[in-house]
């Protein structure tokens, strides 16, 4: 009893915390005003929509800081409570037993492993083909073809992904035994097609779950890519034409450099969807006992479907507070990330 | 079909009845027996009225037989309702215990160490809270083998078969209780449920209880044979043991029928016990009663353990935790009048929902402390 309010306790102080992080927050960014202040004294006044739109936009902005760090302070508020008892070493153990509070034994090791490599699986699969779909859109296709075929990729990602989940398990699962059971035969020398530990026959394994996402994060994909390349300065292109350049040489000399940052950022955009994704590979992926071992026909679980999976049974906020432990570990990844895109961006900017 | 078998299930309540009252009027007053109210169990006065809504939460193995009581009770009491939040057992206790909801469902009876009961009487106005088990969920060892339909298991082996150490099923140990049967030389693909379930809590009791000490993971609500692979909920154990030759998983009768998994035999000491209502009746009719007075807190191990000839033991036994007293007057006759159509009328449409109804010594135990809720 005693335990459970000290467990609590942390909580309500995060709470607080996170809403006096407002009013703190604000005096910070009237900073910038007295410069326009300044302005105001050299114009002759500001229009008052202006200032509207500004304090609206600022707000907005601010909100969303003050929310994702609000997220982040209480994930790790209710998670140090549940840390502290853990036995085994939260980042290097694969153990996952939470049902006993008196000897909680978990740590995120394979729920890492097993959601960064389901995910950069799918990436692999889903870059050239969206990058190839988006080229074909903007350069090759009859404009009156490439809007409806735009719309039709768009309606990939309306589809529910407890759709994606049933589909990829009971449809596709089957179809790819076969290729699973030729690549481990031929290729099982190399560790990542492995025979792996559970049966390729169910299904379940990392190389299902993969294709699956791949054909879920390829709208994201190719739209933002489609936008971005359709976004070639026309001079650009008209010059290589000019030159002489084939359709290809157009491609590969003015289209692609133009478009490279923001096709790897809306990659990274997919990637974030991966890696979050939930439902899906909660009904796909088959749990296993044993231990990750680097290849595609492995079990396991994300740290998404793992907490998806115990949520309905959560009762003891120490138990639960676990699976918190294990959603910062996917949040500080989603957030590294979505740094390294940002910065791949921010390399590109030659062409802005 | 569903019509004949209701109507065996009402004849078979119906004579249950009449060699009750037959009974009861021998030692009581006569001719009062037959408006007796727990001597009959379709001609139990059930009083209607009192909240209109009720409000109850807790375990989701209970889902579907909540949803036949309601419909049992709706026609029983015109414009009475009843809402079902599955949120799971943990869910049901907490918010029954903060006067949330009227009452809880729960897999696991109150733990005193946790203070579950202590609060439980603390929101019942200082009365105790009692566990009503209404739902009973038979367990189905279910299993696809080609060539193989029948096929006989007892505790030990079970559990064997579940943490690892019988790995084939031509195993000696299998073959020692299936004389007869031509096994193949074929891998055991153990299925088992990834995500925390009562069911798993209650299978890994079980074999905790029944296997002679070769279960030694212990138990709780995730699988901890350390073997096999794990699938989600009830539908997707039951569809991927169903899709593999070899398979074999633990899961509600219900699911292994509608996947046609075969269903193995219990030899409990007494020679193979198949899995029907009948055989589930008598482990519950044989059932030991933990808790005081009308406080049914059933005793796990005279279950499990079982030794009454022709008594299939595994099954998953579900609560309703609802206050002895300290409800307000309405919301008494409301919980009064639900629990009463549950425990009768609403163990006719059971079967169907994959559960197994109680049979009528049990009944008569359930109505005597529904009526005595106050």
């Keep these: 009893m005693n335990d459970r309010i000290v467990a609590k306790r942390p909580a309500g102080t995060g709470d607080a915390g996170a809403r006096e992080g407002v009013p703190a927050a604000r005096p910070a960014t009237e900073a910038p005003i007295p410069p326009t202040t300044e302005a105001d004294q050299n114009a002759p006044h500001v229009r008052p929509g202006d200032r509207i739109f500004r304090g609206l936009a600022t707000g907005s902005g601010i909100f969303i800081v003050v929310l994702i760090g609000a997220i982040g302070l209480f994930l790790l508020l209710q998670a140090i409570p549940s840390l502290a008892l853990d036995q085994v070493s939260f980042l290097t153990s694969r153990e996952w037993s939470t049902g006993d509070v008196n000897n909680m034994r978990f740590g995120i090791l394979d729920l890492l492993l097993v959601t960064v490599v389901s995910s950069a699986f799918a990436l692999l699969i889903a870059m050239p083909i969206a990058l190839g779909i988006a080229l074909f859109l903007t350069q090759y296709a009859p404009r009156k073809l490439s809007r409806p075929f735009a719309y039709v990729i768009d309606l990939l990602s309306a589809v529910p992904s407890i759709i994606y989940g049933l589909w990829g398990l009971l449809v596709l699962a089957p179809v790819l035994t076969p290729v699973g059971e030729w690549l481990t035969d031929v290729l099982g ?4 097609f492995a025979e792996g530990n559970v049966s390729i026959e169910l299904g379940g394994t990392i190389f299902t779950a993969g294709v699956v996402l791949a054909v879920m994060i390829l709208p994201i994909i190719t739209a933002v890519s489609r936008e971005v390349f359709d ?17 290809w040489e157009v491609v590969r000399t003015t289209v692609l ?84 895109a940002r910065s791949i961006v921010a390399g590109h900017k030659e062409y802005e | 079909m569903k019509t004949k078998r209701h109507g065996a299930v009402v004849g078979l309540i119906a004579a249950g009845a009449l060699l009750l009252t037959a009974c009861g009027s021998d030692n009581n007053t006569p001719g009062a027996g037959g408006t007796s109210p727990n001597a009959s169990a379709p001609g139990v006065d059930v009083e209607c009225g009192g909240k209109a809504k009720l409000n109850a939460e807790g375990s989701s193995a209970q889902k579907n037989a909540i949803d036949t009581f309601i419909q049992a009770y709706q026609q029983k009491c015109a414009g009475a309702d009843l809402a079902y939040n599955p949120s799971g057992s943990g869910g049901g206790v907490k918010n029954f215990n903060a006067g949330q909801v009227d009452f809880g469902g729960t897999d696991s009876p109150l733990s005193k160490d946790k203070g579950e009961v202590e609060a439980a009487a603390k929101r019942c106005a200082t009365n105790p809270a009692w566990h009503l088990p209404l739902v009973f969920g038979p367990v189905a060892v279910g299993f696809k083998l080609d060539g193989v339909q029948d096929l006989v298991l007892n505790g030990e082996v079970t559990a064997k078969i579940f943490n690892g150490a019988v790995k084939k099923w031509n195993d000696p140990a299998i073959a020692a209780l299936n004389s007869g049967a031509t096994l193949p030389d074929k891998d055991i693909k153990v299925v088992y449920r990834s995500d925390e379930s009562g069911t798993t ?29 794990g699938k989600e909920k009830s539908a997707g154990v039951a569809q991927a043991a169903a899709s593999v030759d070899g398979a074999v998983t633990y899961v509600e009768l219900s699911f292994a029928q509608d996947n046609k998994l075969s269903i193995a035999k219990i030899d409990a000491g007494q020679g193979a016990v198949e899995l029907t209502s009948e055989t589930v009746g008598k482990a519950i009719d044989g059932a030991k009663i933990k808790g005081e007075g009308n406080d049914l807190v059933l005793d796990l191990d005279s279950i499990y353990g079982t030794t009454t000839a022709g008594a299939y033991p595994l099954l998953l036994a579900t609560y309703e935790i ?50 005595a809720i106050a």
């Design chain 2, 322 to 371: 609802v206050c002895s007293k300290g409800y307000d007057a309405d919301t008494a006759k409301a919980v009064k009048a639900f629990l009463t159509v549950a425990a009768t009328d609403g163990q006719a449409g059971l079967a169907d929902a994959g559960y197994a109804p109680v049979p009528k010594a049990f009944q008569d135990k359930l109505l005597t402390a529904i009526k």
């Design chain 1, 257 to 340: 450099p133009f478009g490279k940052a923001g096709y790897v950022s809306a990659s990274m955009l997919g990637l974030g969807r991966a890696l979050g994704e939930t439902i899906a590979l909660m009904i796909i992926l088959s749990a296993t006992n044993a231990a990750f071992g680097w290849s595609l026909f492995d079990g396991g679980a994300t740290f998404a479907s793992k907490i998806a999976l115990a949520a309905p049974e959560f009762n003891d906020p120490r138990s639960a507070g676990a699976y918190i432990a294990a959603g910062l570990v996917l949040f500080v990844l989603t957030f590294v990330v979505n740094a390294i």
């Design chain 2, 201 to 229: 809590d209650n299978f890994q009791k079980y074999l905790k209880i029944a296997s002679k000490g070769a279960w030694t993971q212990g138990d709780g609500k995730q699988f901890k044979g350390g073997v096999g692979e």
């Design chain 1, 189 to 192: 020398w190399f560790p990542l």
């Design chain 1, 231 to 247: 976004r070639t300065p026309p001079a650009h292109i008209e010059g290589a034409i000019a030159l002489g350049a084939t359709k």
